[in-house]
T-cell receptor
């Protein structure tokens, strides 16, 4: 079975541009979460979606937005890119989300975003 | 606030030794914890999880111990192999049940 897939693998943008990252969850999983991982640190939570609705949002500016589609895939959008947005963006999928009592999140390989 | 940290940033062991990676968490109400392994250039890979109603859980060559009294979590890897070399993260579910809170990670280096 395919795991979580993300595209693109790598991306280079310049300051001020916007970017769209895509994620397809494991088949049967209805929840998708997005995390940002800066080099040398653990992943930081950005969003969680379940059944196309936002369930949680981390401490990120409004430049970050996301959505989930009827097929449970998801997009993360970042506007007005800053140098500090350079990071590995990870998508994780789970059956129903963490609120159900500890639903395991499985991560994709990530998208490496470099902002110049 | 909620935070998860690891005691040591790096751990070096010999092949065949047992490894113990430690993690301290701050939220006494946390009820779900996960250990992930992350190899260079890859996403975190699920290793094992544990709920707060358990003290110990075993998987294949791995054991997670949870001490709620001192808010401490550990991952034990038996007969460590070179392929176990990676960064290991512990994570706890946040109070809202919407996110995992990660620590900074421990880099495990296994020499043969």
């Amino acid at each position: 079975d395919a795991g979580v897939t993300q595209s693109p693998t790598h991306l280079i943008k310049t300051r001020g541009q916007h970017v769209t990252l895509r994620c397809s969850p494991i088949s049967g999983h209805k929840s998708v979460s997005w995390y940002q991982q800066v080099l040398g640190q653990g992943p930081q939570f950005i969003f969680q979606y379940y059944e196309k609705e936002e369930r949680g949002r981390g401490n990120f500016p409004d430049r970050f937005s996301a959505r989930q589609f009827p097929n449970y895939s998801s997009e993360l959008n970042v506007n007005a890119l800053l140098l500090g947005d350079s990071a590995l963006y990870l998508c994780a999928s789970s059956l129903e989300g963490l609120a159900g009592g500890g639903d395991t999140q499985y991560f994709g390989p990530g998208t490496r975003l470099t902002v110049l | 606030g909620e935070s998860v940290g690891l005691h040591l940033p790096t751990l070096s062991v010999q092949e065949g030794d047992n490894s113990i990676i430690n993690c301290a968490y701050s939220n006494s109400a946390s009820d779900y914890f996960i250990w992930y392994k992350q190899e260079s250039g890859k996403g975190p890979q699920f290793i094992i999880d544990i709920r707060s109603n358990m003290d110990k859980r075993q998987g294949q060559r791995v054991t997670v111990l949870l001490n709620k009294t001192v808010k401490h979590l550990s991952l034990q890897i038996a007969a460590t192999q070179p392929g176990d070399s990676a960064v290991y993260f512990c994570a706890e579910r946040n109070q809202a049940g919407t996110a995992l809170i990660f620590g900074k990670g421990t880099t495990l280096s296994v020499s043969s």
